[in-house]
């Protein structure tokens, strides 16, 4: 099966840490950009990072910029994304994404296969609370 699984989500305090993990299955992400998008209850989805084929560019939100760091082990087929001081605001669903391209705040996370198909995973749920 071709899928995209994420895992590392949970309830956390405000200003904890979290670590999603996004495990690539059936095909490698060595030519795909990568993004992490969240959707919080009555919200619309949401980029908060990408990440180029590479991994030598990295693009964020404003809303988790410098709390947030995303990366990349292609050797290990997966896509991290690091949580630090997390706020009640970041509860949503997080999901990661491979496709060839990805905008987050106006910037362009490139991947190298336009003609490849696009994969989504099933979201992990992040719960920032008291």
């Known amino acids: 099966q071709l899928q995209l699984v994420e895992s590392g989500g949970g309830l956390v305090q405000p200003g904890g840490s979290l670590r999603l993990s996004c495990a690539a299955s059936?095909?490698?992400?060595?030519?795909?950009?990568i993004g992490w998008f969240r959707q919080a209850p009555g919200k619309e989805r949401e980029g908060v990072s990408c990440?180029?084929?590479?991994?030598?560019?990295?693009f964020y939100a404003d809303s988790v910029k410098g709390r947030f760091t995303i990366s990349r082990d292609n050797a290990k087929n997966m896509v991290y994304l690091q949580m630090d001081s997390l706020e009640p605001g970041d509860t949503a669903v997080y999901y990661c994404a491979a496709d060839f391209l990805f905008v987050v705040s106006g910037y362009a996370c490139y991947g190298n296969s336009p003609g490849q198909p696009s994969y989504w995973g099933q979201g992990t749920q992040v719960t920032v609370s008291s």
């Open positions: 990440i180029s084929t590479s991994g030598g560019s990295t």
């Open positions: 059936g095909f490698t992400l060595d030519y795909y950009a």
